[in-house]
């Protein structure tokens, strides 16, 4: 399966073959995850009405074994921060902020409709301005071209505003030509032809921050006994690493084949080796701290706890 974020870019019919989601939103690649793609092609994203997708999704994709192919416009941006992370790119926008030719977010930004009618373009992205100025004008009219096109807020930037500040002898012939839909078709060309590959560990592991945002996509239920299992568990684990403690990897791979949920492999290898270093502070017990617990004294205070005689 191949999930491609797609809106404004490129009309939905020529995605042919992909799942199509709508313009990638924060938290969106981490959910296409669920679904297992052997591929993602992100094409469009939001940016500003609402958080627009986070490198930390891509790089989990990848360590996930998902092809990540990004081009056309937030795709281009994305693919140019982490394309030597392992992220592809695709398409010549891709290039340009890749290189240092372009550099301002906006050049991608564009006005569009609502789903319901398509995502259909009202502005015109500046990065279209740019790609036909300079195959149908001479050097000097086409930089004069983007550089006055450029003063446009990106939401008023339509068509007519812009074919009024060609060079009159010029402007009965000139098209505005879509850049950013051949670069999506690129993108969509890539992702068709691309395979997995088996995940790999990120290290260093994921922050807490990064934790807590993809946990809040599907929030468990506050299982009062999960919560105090777990929070018990997650302490002594890090009591074990302030102590210096480590767990070695084959009582990693032990607790590892202990997990039977499903989730990513970071979050699995970091269960791993909490169970693994829980259980070297609780064979360690008595040395942990001053005068530390003993087994013994250990099972003691539990039959106090729950009231149970002594045989």
């Known amino acids: 399966m191949i ?83 392992g992220m592809k790119g695709a398409g010549r926008i891709f290039r340009w902020y890749r290189d ?7 050049e991608v930004a564009l006005l569009h409709g609502a789903a319901e009618d398509g995502y ?46 060609v060079p009159a002898r010029f402007r009965e012939r000139f098209a505005l030509l879509d850049l950013k839909a051949d670069d999506a078709r690129e993108v969509l060309r890539i992702a068709r032809r691309s395979a997995g590959r088996p995940p790999r560990p990120r290290d260093p592991p994921p922050s807490s921050l990064v934790r807590r945002r993809r946990i809040a996509l599907h929030p468990p239920a506050l299982d009062p006994a999960l919560v105090a299992s777990g929070l018990r568990r997650a302490l002594l684990a890090g009591a074990a690493r ?7 990897p084959a009582e990693i791979r032990s607790a590892l084949a202990e997990i039977h949920g499903s989730g990513a492999i970071d979050e699995r290898l970091r269960l791993a080796e909490d169970l693994a270093l829980e ?16 087994p013994e004294e250990a099972a003691a205070a539990e039959r106090l706890l729950r009231g149970k005689r002594r045989h």
């Open 3 to 85: 999930v491609a974020f797609l809106g404004p870019s490129l009309p939905a019919s020529e995605a042919r073959g992909v799942q199509v989601w709508p313009p990638a939103r924060q938290g969106d690649v981490w959910r296409a995850l669920d679904l297992r793609p052997r591929a993602i092609a992100l094409i469009d994203g939001v940016f500003e009405s609402q958080p627009s997708v986070w490198h930390r999704e891509i790089l989990d994709a990848l360590d996930a074994g998902t092809a990540v192919i990004g081009g056309a416009s937030m795709g281009a941006l994305r693919a140019a921060e982490l394309h030597t992370l």
């Open 100 to 106: 240092g030719e372009v550099i301002d977010d906006s």
């Open 120 to 165: 259909r373009p009202l502005s015109v992205p500046q990065v279209n301005v740019r790609w036909s100025a300079r195959r149908q004008l001479p050097r000097r009219e086409a930089e004069a071209l983007v550089k006055a096109s450029a003063r446009i807020f990106y939401q008023d930037r339509t068509w007519p505003r812009v074919r009024e500040l």
């Open 242 to 248: 302030e102590a210096g403690l480590r767990a070695n």
């Open 279 to 294: 259980r070297l502070v609780l064979a360690h017990a008595s040395r942990m701290l001053n005068d530390g617990p003993s």
